[in-house]
Protein backbone atom coordinates (compact mmCIF):
# COMPACT_ATOMS: atom_id res chain seq x y z
CA UNK A 1 0.00 0.00 0.00
CA UNK A 2 2.94 1.95 0.90
CA UNK A 3 3.87 2.05 -3.26
CA UNK A 4 0.68 4.35 -4.44
CA UNK A 5 2.52 6.95 -5.96
CA UNK A 6 0.20 8.60 -7.65
CA UNK A 7 -2.71 9.96 -5.97
CA UNK A 8 -6.11 12.12 -6.44
CA UNK A 9 -5.18 15.85 -6.48
CA UNK A 10 -6.70 17.97 -3.82
CA UNK A 11 -9.56 20.11 -5.78
CA UNK A 12 -10.85 16.85 -6.86
CA UNK A 13 -10.68 15.31 -3.55
CA UNK A 14 -12.69 18.51 -2.47
CA UNK A 15 -15.25 17.86 -4.99
CA UNK A 16 -15.76 14.37 -3.95
CA UNK A 17 -16.20 15.22 -0.40
CA UNK A 18 -18.90 18.19 -1.11
CA UNK A 19 -20.60 15.77 -3.68
CA UNK A 20 -20.02 17.14 -7.07
CA UNK A 21 -17.97 15.32 -8.56
CA UNK A 22 -19.47 12.89 -11.71
CA UNK A 23 -20.75 9.97 -10.38
CA UNK A 24 -17.87 7.67 -12.71
CA UNK A 25 -15.14 10.25 -10.95
CA UNK A 26 -16.55 9.34 -7.18
CA UNK A 27 -16.33 5.61 -8.40
CA UNK A 28 -12.85 5.51 -8.69
CA UNK A 29 -11.85 8.17 -6.39
CA UNK A 30 -14.23 5.91 -3.43
CA UNK A 31 -11.55 2.54 -4.93
CA UNK A 32 -8.57 4.62 -5.00
CA UNK A 33 -8.96 5.79 -1.45
CA UNK A 34 -10.34 2.33 -0.15
CA UNK A 35 -6.58 1.58 -1.08
CA UNK A 36 -4.93 4.80 0.17
CA UNK A 37 -4.50 6.22 3.30
CA UNK A 38 -3.24 9.11 2.09
CA UNK A 39 -6.07 10.11 0.47
CA UNK A 40 -8.27 9.00 2.92
CA UNK A 41 -6.75 11.18 5.44
CA UNK A 42 -6.92 14.05 2.91
CA UNK A 43 -10.23 13.32 2.31
CA UNK A 44 -11.12 13.61 6.22
CA UNK A 45 -9.84 16.64 6.31
CA UNK A 46 -11.88 17.83 3.45
CA UNK A 47 -14.83 16.45 5.57
CA UNK A 48 -13.49 18.53 8.66
CA UNK A 49 -13.63 21.89 6.20
CA UNK A 50 -17.07 21.12 5.70
CA UNK A 51 -17.72 19.99 8.67
CA UNK A 52 -16.48 23.48 9.74
CA UNK A 53 -19.06 25.35 7.53
CA UNK A 54 -21.74 23.18 8.35
CA UNK A 55 -21.09 24.51 12.06
CA UNK A 56 -21.21 28.12 11.03
CA UNK A 57 -24.11 28.05 8.89
CA UNK A 58 -26.83 30.39 10.11
CA UNK A 59 -29.67 28.08 11.84
CA UNK A 60 -33.15 27.94 9.94
CA UNK A 61 -35.83 27.10 12.70
CA UNK A 62 -37.30 23.95 11.76
CA UNK A 63 -41.05 23.26 12.38
CA UNK A 64 -42.06 22.63 15.44
CA UNK A 65 -43.43 18.95 15.02
CA UNK A 66 -40.08 17.81 13.62
CA UNK A 67 -37.91 16.81 16.66
CA UNK A 68 -40.49 14.51 18.02
CA UNK A 69 -41.16 13.23 15.03
CA UNK A 70 -37.55 12.03 14.49
CA UNK A 71 -37.69 10.81 18.06
CA UNK A 72 -40.41 8.43 17.49
CA UNK A 73 -39.13 7.02 14.43
CA UNK A 74 -35.55 5.69 16.50
CA UNK A 75 -37.42 2.30 17.02
CA UNK A 76 -38.79 1.78 14.04
CA UNK A 77 -37.19 -1.18 12.04
CA UNK A 78 -34.93 -0.41 9.04
CA UNK A 79 -33.32 -2.09 6.36
CA UNK A 80 -30.01 -1.14 6.22
CA UNK A 81 -28.15 -1.20 2.95
CA UNK A 82 -25.93 -3.44 1.36
CA UNK A 83 -22.40 -3.03 2.12
CA UNK A 84 -20.25 -4.90 -0.45
CA UNK A 85 -16.66 -5.77 0.62
CA UNK A 86 -13.72 -6.04 -1.31
CA UNK A 87 -13.31 -8.85 -3.24
CA UNK A 88 -9.81 -10.08 -4.04
CA UNK A 89 -8.46 -6.98 -6.46
CA UNK A 90 -11.67 -5.02 -6.01
CA UNK A 91 -12.00 -2.64 -3.85
CA UNK A 92 -16.08 -2.09 -2.03
CA UNK A 93 -16.86 0.68 -4.61
CA UNK A 94 -15.90 -1.69 -7.45
CA UNK A 95 -17.99 -4.83 -6.01
CA UNK A 96 -20.90 -2.45 -5.28
CA UNK A 97 -21.02 -1.36 -9.10
CA UNK A 98 -20.86 -5.36 -10.14
CA UNK A 99 -23.72 -5.80 -7.12
CA UNK A 100 -21.32 -8.17 -5.81
CA UNK A 101 -20.74 -10.71 -9.03
CA UNK A 102 -17.88 -11.68 -10.89
CA UNK A 103 -16.39 -9.36 -13.99
CA UNK A 104 -18.38 -10.24 -17.51
CA UNK A 105 -15.07 -10.11 -19.32
CA UNK A 106 -15.93 -9.42 -23.10
CA UNK A 107 -13.08 -9.63 -25.71
CA UNK A 108 -11.53 -6.73 -27.49
CA UNK A 109 -8.94 -8.27 -29.56
CA UNK A 110 -5.40 -8.46 -28.88
CA UNK A 111 -6.17 -10.37 -25.67
CA UNK A 112 -7.50 -6.98 -24.37
CA UNK A 113 -10.94 -7.45 -22.72
CA UNK A 114 -13.15 -5.30 -20.82
CA UNK A 115 -16.69 -4.98 -18.67
CA UNK A 116 -18.89 -2.11 -18.70
CA UNK A 117 -20.45 -1.40 -15.32
CA UNK A 118 -21.56 1.57 -16.54
CA UNK A 119 -22.39 4.20 -19.49
CA UNK A 120 -24.57 7.00 -20.21
CA UNK A 121 -24.35 10.62 -21.22
CA UNK A 122 -22.19 11.48 -18.58
CA UNK A 123 -19.72 9.05 -18.82
CA UNK A 124 -18.84 5.47 -18.34
CA UNK A 125 -17.20 3.14 -15.58
CA UNK A 126 -15.39 -0.23 -16.91
CA UNK A 127 -13.09 -2.51 -16.32
CA UNK A 128 -10.06 -3.13 -18.30
CA UNK A 129 -7.94 -6.37 -18.40
CA UNK A 130 -4.25 -5.99 -20.49
CA UNK A 131 -2.10 -8.62 -20.40
CA UNK A 132 1.99 -8.22 -19.94
CA UNK A 133 3.40 -6.60 -23.10
CA UNK A 134 0.21 -5.30 -24.35
CA UNK A 135 -0.86 -1.36 -25.45
CA UNK A 136 -4.30 -0.20 -25.02
CA UNK A 137 -4.83 0.97 -27.98
CA UNK A 138 -3.78 4.88 -28.47
CA UNK A 139 -6.09 7.05 -27.46
CA UNK A 140 -6.67 10.94 -27.05
CA UNK A 141 -9.75 11.77 -24.68
CA UNK A 142 -12.61 13.95 -24.96
CA UNK A 143 -12.74 15.30 -21.56
CA UNK A 144 -11.11 13.65 -18.76
CA UNK A 145 -10.21 9.93 -17.84
CA UNK A 146 -9.23 8.45 -14.12
CA UNK A 147 -7.59 4.76 -14.57
CA UNK A 148 -7.00 2.88 -11.13
CA UNK A 149 -4.54 0.27 -11.55
CA UNK A 150 -6.06 -3.00 -9.43
CA UNK A 151 -3.88 -5.67 -10.95
CA UNK A 152 -0.14 -5.63 -12.04
CA UNK A 153 0.85 -2.24 -13.91
CA UNK A 154 1.31 -0.29 -16.71
CA UNK A 155 3.54 2.54 -18.20
CA UNK A 156 3.29 5.36 -20.47
CA UNK A 157 4.87 8.63 -21.15
CA UNK A 158 4.08 9.66 -17.59
CA UNK A 159 5.15 7.51 -16.05
CA UNK A 160 4.43 3.64 -14.39
CA UNK A 161 1.67 2.68 -12.37
CA UNK A 162 1.30 0.34 -9.81
CA UNK A 163 -1.58 -0.95 -7.92
CA UNK A 164 -3.27 1.91 -6.64
CA UNK A 165 -2.14 4.16 -8.36
CA UNK A 166 -4.62 6.76 -9.69
CA UNK A 167 -3.94 8.22 -13.41
CA UNK A 168 -5.71 11.41 -14.89
CA UNK A 169 -5.66 12.63 -18.02
CA UNK A 170 -7.56 15.33 -19.64
CA UNK A 171 -7.78 16.24 -23.12
CA UNK A 172 -3.76 17.10 -23.62
CA UNK A 173 -2.92 14.10 -22.75
CA UNK A 174 -1.86 11.69 -25.63
CA UNK A 175 -0.85 8.14 -24.21
CA UNK A 176 -0.06 5.14 -24.68
CA UNK A 177 -0.49 2.68 -21.62
CA UNK A 178 1.45 -0.57 -21.78
CA UNK A 179 1.04 -3.58 -19.65
CA UNK A 180 4.44 -4.31 -17.34
CA UNK A 181 5.57 -7.77 -17.41
CA UNK A 182 4.36 -10.12 -15.19
CA UNK A 183 1.18 -10.48 -13.88
CA UNK A 184 -1.72 -9.41 -16.50
CA UNK A 185 -2.84 -5.90 -15.71
CA UNK A 186 -6.74 -5.10 -14.64
CA UNK A 187 -7.72 -1.61 -14.03
CA UNK A 188 -11.09 0.33 -13.66
CA UNK A 189 -11.52 3.39 -15.97
CA UNK A 190 -13.40 6.42 -15.25
CA UNK A 191 -14.00 8.72 -18.04
CA UNK A 192 -16.74 11.73 -18.38
CA UNK A 193 -17.11 11.37 -22.29
CA UNK A 194 -16.39 8.94 -24.73
CA UNK A 195 -12.96 7.53 -25.98
CA UNK A 196 -11.95 8.69 -29.23
CA UNK A 197 -9.23 6.01 -30.57
CA UNK A 198 -6.53 6.97 -32.83
CA UNK A 199 -5.54 3.76 -34.59
CA UNK A 200 -8.36 2.79 -37.29
CA UNK A 201 -10.09 -0.20 -36.86
CA UNK A 202 -10.20 1.22 -32.85
CA UNK A 203 -12.27 4.18 -34.13
CA UNK A 204 -14.37 1.75 -36.14
CA UNK A 205 -14.75 -0.77 -33.73
CA UNK A 206 -15.94 1.91 -30.92
CA UNK A 207 -19.31 2.22 -31.68
CA UNK A 208 -20.06 -1.04 -31.38
CA UNK A 209 -17.36 -1.82 -27.86
CA UNK A 210 -19.41 1.73 -26.42
CA UNK A 211 -16.00 2.51 -26.23
CA UNK B 1 -1.69 23.75 25.53
CA UNK B 2 -0.77 20.87 23.88
CA UNK B 3 1.29 21.69 20.53
CA UNK B 4 0.81 19.78 17.56
CA UNK B 5 3.52 19.70 15.51
CA UNK B 6 4.52 18.44 12.13
CA UNK B 7 5.26 14.43 12.61
CA UNK B 8 4.73 14.43 15.96
CA UNK B 9 4.59 10.67 17.31
CA UNK B 10 1.93 10.10 19.16
CA UNK B 11 2.62 6.44 19.78
CA UNK B 12 6.23 6.82 20.94
CA UNK B 13 5.61 10.11 22.65
CA UNK B 14 6.23 9.06 26.12
CA UNK B 15 4.07 11.84 27.45
CA UNK B 16 1.37 10.32 25.81
CA UNK B 17 0.10 7.17 27.49
CA UNK B 18 -3.46 5.89 26.41
CA UNK B 19 -5.77 6.17 29.32
CA UNK B 20 -6.99 3.16 31.49
CA UNK B 21 -10.46 1.79 29.65
CA UNK B 22 -12.56 2.23 33.09
CA UNK B 23 -11.30 6.01 32.69
CA UNK B 24 -12.73 6.51 29.72
CA UNK B 25 -15.88 4.73 30.06
CA UNK B 26 -17.08 7.23 32.87
CA UNK B 27 -15.53 10.32 31.16
CA UNK B 28 -17.02 9.49 27.99
CA UNK B 29 -20.23 10.06 29.06
CA UNK B 30 -20.10 11.72 32.45
CA UNK B 31 -20.00 15.20 31.88
CA UNK B 32 -19.85 16.61 35.21
CA UNK B 33 -17.17 14.22 35.92
CA UNK B 34 -15.06 15.44 32.60
CA UNK B 35 -15.55 19.01 33.58
CA UNK B 36 -13.60 18.76 36.51
CA UNK B 37 -10.78 16.08 35.64
CA UNK B 38 -7.41 15.95 34.08
CA UNK B 39 -7.59 12.13 33.67
CA UNK B 40 -9.07 12.57 30.44
CA UNK B 41 -5.78 13.73 28.94
CA UNK B 42 -2.60 11.47 29.96
CA UNK B 43 0.24 13.49 30.76
CA UNK B 44 3.56 13.41 32.95
CA UNK B 45 2.78 14.06 36.56
CA UNK B 46 4.80 16.50 37.10
CA UNK B 47 3.14 18.92 34.19
CA UNK B 48 0.84 21.77 35.44
CA UNK B 49 -2.69 21.08 34.97
CA UNK B 50 -3.36 24.57 33.37
CA UNK B 51 -1.47 23.23 30.52
CA UNK B 52 -3.59 20.58 29.49
CA UNK B 53 -7.00 20.97 27.52
CA UNK B 54 -9.30 18.67 30.00
CA UNK B 55 -12.91 18.70 27.80
CA UNK B 56 -14.75 16.94 24.93
CA UNK B 57 -16.68 19.42 23.15
CA UNK B 58 -19.96 19.15 23.72
CA UNK B 59 -21.34 17.55 20.67
CA UNK B 60 -18.73 14.68 20.91
CA UNK B 61 -19.98 13.81 24.51
CA UNK B 62 -23.66 13.94 22.87
CA UNK B 63 -22.35 11.48 20.40
CA UNK B 64 -20.68 9.02 22.16
CA UNK B 65 -23.37 8.90 24.48
CA UNK B 66 -25.40 8.12 21.35
CA UNK B 67 -22.93 5.74 19.77
CA UNK B 68 -22.31 4.04 23.31
CA UNK B 69 -25.45 4.13 25.14
CA UNK B 70 -28.03 4.87 23.22
CA UNK B 71 -29.00 7.80 24.80
CA UNK B 72 -31.70 9.72 23.93
CA UNK B 73 -31.36 13.20 25.80
CA UNK B 74 -28.07 13.01 24.19
CA UNK B 75 -29.70 12.59 20.85
CA UNK B 76 -32.17 15.33 21.15
CA UNK B 77 -29.35 17.46 22.06
CA UNK B 78 -27.75 16.98 18.94
CA UNK B 79 -30.90 17.05 16.77
CA UNK B 80 -31.23 20.96 18.95
CA UNK B 81 -27.61 21.76 17.80
CA UNK B 82 -27.76 20.52 13.82
CA UNK B 83 -31.16 20.04 12.78
CA UNK B 84 -31.47 23.93 12.33
CA UNK B 85 -27.77 24.42 11.21
CA UNK B 86 -28.60 21.64 8.34
CA UNK B 87 -31.66 22.85 7.33
CA UNK B 88 -29.65 25.95 6.64
CA UNK B 89 -26.92 24.96 4.85
CA UNK B 90 -29.03 22.37 2.39
CA UNK B 91 -31.45 25.46 1.57
CA UNK B 92 -28.07 27.02 1.08
CA UNK B 93 -27.19 24.20 -1.10
CA UNK B 94 -30.78 25.25 -3.09
CA UNK B 95 -33.37 23.23 -1.90
CA UNK B 96 -36.56 23.76 -1.23
CA UNK B 97 -37.31 24.50 3.00
CA UNK B 98 -39.88 21.82 3.17
CA UNK B 99 -37.22 19.35 1.27
CA UNK B 100 -34.95 20.38 3.29
CA UNK B 101 -36.64 19.36 6.25
CA UNK B 102 -37.14 16.14 4.78
CA UNK B 103 -33.27 15.53 4.55
CA UNK B 104 -32.96 17.04 7.90
CA UNK B 105 -35.03 13.93 9.12
CA UNK B 106 -33.11 11.59 6.56
CA UNK B 107 -29.75 12.68 8.60
CA UNK B 108 -30.77 12.56 12.02
CA UNK B 109 -32.11 9.02 11.76
CA UNK B 110 -29.04 7.92 9.92
CA UNK B 111 -27.10 9.05 12.92
CA UNK B 112 -29.06 7.41 15.03
CA UNK B 113 -28.93 4.53 12.78
CA UNK B 114 -25.29 4.36 12.04
CA UNK B 115 -23.71 5.95 15.17
CA UNK B 116 -21.47 2.85 15.98
CA UNK B 117 -19.58 4.13 12.14
CA UNK B 118 -18.52 7.35 14.35
CA UNK B 119 -14.95 7.68 15.69
CA UNK B 120 -13.71 10.84 17.04
CA UNK B 121 -10.08 9.93 16.57
CA UNK B 122 -10.82 10.66 13.31
CA UNK B 123 -13.85 12.95 12.62
CA UNK B 124 -15.22 15.57 14.33
CA UNK B 125 -19.03 15.33 14.85
CA UNK B 126 -19.65 18.11 12.59
CA UNK B 127 -17.64 16.64 9.54
CA UNK B 128 -19.04 13.02 10.26
CA UNK B 129 -22.85 14.72 9.68
CA UNK B 130 -21.34 16.67 6.56
CA UNK B 131 -20.47 14.15 4.80
CA UNK B 132 -23.75 12.11 5.55
CA UNK B 133 -25.70 14.93 5.02
CA UNK B 134 -23.58 15.01 1.19
CA UNK B 135 -24.46 11.69 0.72
CA UNK B 136 -28.64 12.12 1.27
CA UNK B 137 -28.13 14.77 -1.11
CA UNK B 138 -26.72 13.10 -3.92
CA UNK B 139 -28.72 9.86 -3.51
CA UNK B 140 -31.76 12.45 -3.82
CA UNK B 141 -30.88 13.88 -6.48
CA UNK B 142 -29.21 11.35 -8.71
CA UNK B 143 -31.35 8.58 -7.64
CA UNK B 144 -28.13 6.29 -7.28
CA UNK B 145 -26.36 5.94 -4.34
CA UNK B 146 -22.67 8.07 -3.75
CA UNK B 147 -20.09 5.94 -4.34
CA UNK B 148 -18.06 5.24 -0.77
CA UNK B 149 -15.11 4.29 0.41
CA UNK B 150 -14.89 0.75 2.04
CA UNK B 151 -15.49 1.37 5.96
CA UNK B 152 -11.91 0.87 7.79
CA UNK B 153 -11.82 -2.03 10.38
CA UNK B 154 -10.33 -1.41 13.52
CA UNK B 155 -9.37 -3.67 15.87
CA UNK B 156 -11.67 -4.57 18.36
CA UNK B 157 -9.50 -3.64 21.77
CA UNK B 158 -8.58 -0.56 20.24
CA UNK B 159 -8.82 1.38 23.14
CA UNK B 160 -10.02 5.15 22.93
CA UNK B 161 -6.94 7.71 22.67
CA UNK B 162 -8.27 11.16 24.30
CA UNK B 163 -4.96 13.17 23.39
CA UNK B 164 -5.71 11.75 19.76
CA UNK B 165 -9.58 12.95 20.15
CA UNK B 166 -8.70 16.34 21.65
CA UNK B 167 -6.06 17.04 19.33
CA UNK B 168 -8.31 16.59 16.61
CA UNK B 169 -10.68 18.90 18.58
CA UNK B 170 -8.23 21.66 18.72
CA UNK B 171 -7.11 21.62 15.09
CA UNK B 172 -10.55 22.16 14.02
CA UNK B 173 -11.02 25.00 16.56
CA UNK B 174 -7.72 25.77 14.54
CA UNK B 175 -8.89 25.71 11.42
CA UNK B 176 -12.47 27.50 12.07
CA UNK B 177 -10.23 30.09 13.07
CA UNK B 178 -8.02 30.07 9.72
CA UNK B 179 -11.47 30.31 7.74
CA UNK B 180 -13.10 33.25 9.95
CA UNK B 181 -10.22 35.17 9.03
CA UNK B 182 -10.44 34.91 5.23
CA UNK B 183 -12.20 37.88 3.29
CA UNK B 184 -15.60 37.54 2.63
CA UNK B 185 -15.16 36.65 -1.39
CA UNK B 186 -12.69 34.21 -0.42
CA UNK B 187 -15.23 32.52 2.33
CA UNK B 188 -18.19 32.31 -0.18
CA UNK B 189 -15.77 30.97 -2.83
CA UNK B 190 -14.80 28.29 0.26
CA UNK B 191 -18.26 27.55 0.78
CA UNK B 192 -19.73 27.15 -2.40
CA UNK B 193 -17.14 24.32 -2.89
CA UNK B 194 -18.23 22.51 0.16
CA UNK B 195 -22.06 22.95 -0.76
CA UNK B 196 -21.27 21.25 -3.66
CA UNK B 197 -21.78 24.19 -5.82
CA UNK B 198 -18.28 24.33 -7.74
CA UNK B 199 -17.42 21.42 -10.49
CA UNK B 200 -13.85 19.84 -9.71
CA UNK B 201 -12.38 22.30 -12.45
CA UNK B 202 -13.83 25.60 -10.66
CA UNK B 203 -12.33 24.55 -7.37
CA UNK B 204 -8.79 24.12 -9.05
CA UNK B 205 -9.38 27.66 -10.37
CA UNK B 206 -11.04 29.76 -8.41
CA UNK B 207 -10.33 28.71 -4.62
CA UNK B 208 -6.15 28.71 -5.28
CA UNK B 209 -6.11 31.79 -2.74
CA UNK B 210 -8.41 30.58 -0.34
CA UNK B 211 -7.44 27.00 -0.04
CA UNK B 212 -3.67 28.07 0.11
CA UNK B 213 -4.42 30.17 3.14
CA UNK B 214 -6.19 27.28 4.66
CA UNK B 215 -3.88 24.41 2.84
CA UNK B 216 -1.49 25.16 6.31
CA UNK B 217 -4.13 24.23 8.81
CA UNK B 218 -5.54 20.64 6.61
CA UNK B 219 -1.94 19.65 6.34
CA UNK B 220 -1.59 19.70 10.24
CA UNK B 221 -4.76 17.52 10.28
CA UNK B 222 -3.76 15.71 7.59
CA UNK B 223 -0.23 14.68 9.46
CA UNK B 224 -2.52 13.28 12.49
CA UNK B 225 -5.05 11.45 10.50
CA UNK B 226 -2.39 9.82 8.41
CA UNK B 227 -0.57 8.69 11.37
CA UNK B 228 -3.84 7.06 12.68
CA UNK B 229 -4.78 5.76 9.37
CA UNK B 230 -1.23 3.96 9.22
CA UNK B 231 -1.98 2.15 12.37
CA UNK B 232 -5.24 1.20 11.40
CA UNK B 233 -4.47 0.10 7.85
CA UNK B 234 -0.84 -1.90 8.22
New interface residues.
Given amino acids: MSAITHHVPDAILAAYAAGSLPQAFAVAVASHVSLCAHCRAALEAHQAVGGVILEDTKAVAVSASLKDSILAQLDAPFTPEPVYERNGIFPGPVMEMMQGRAPRWKKLGMGVRQDILSADAHGSVRLLYIPPGQAVPDHSHNGLEMTLVLQGSFSDETGRFGVGDLEIADETVEHTPVADPGAACVCLAATDAKLRFNALVPRLLQPLFRI | MLQLQAGWDLKSDPLLRRPRKQDMLTQTIDRQNLANSEKVMPRRESEPVSQVKTEYSNETIWMLAVRDNRD ?1 DA ?2 AL ?2 H ?8 I ?2 GGVS ?1 QQ ?2 EI ?2 DV ?2 TI ?2 KADMFDPH ?10 I ?3 R ?2 DIA ?1 K ?9 KEEPELEPDASQILGLEQ ?2 TQ ?2 QA ?2 SLKPEQREV ?2 K ?9 E ?2 TQ ?1 GLP ?1 GT ?1 KSR ?1 RL ?2 QR ?2 H ?3 D ?3
Fill in positions: RFAFDFAPRLKGFIKPAEVQMLWRRAQVSAWIYQARNRIRENRPMPEALETLKLAIEAYLGELTHQISTLIIGLLRELKLTQ
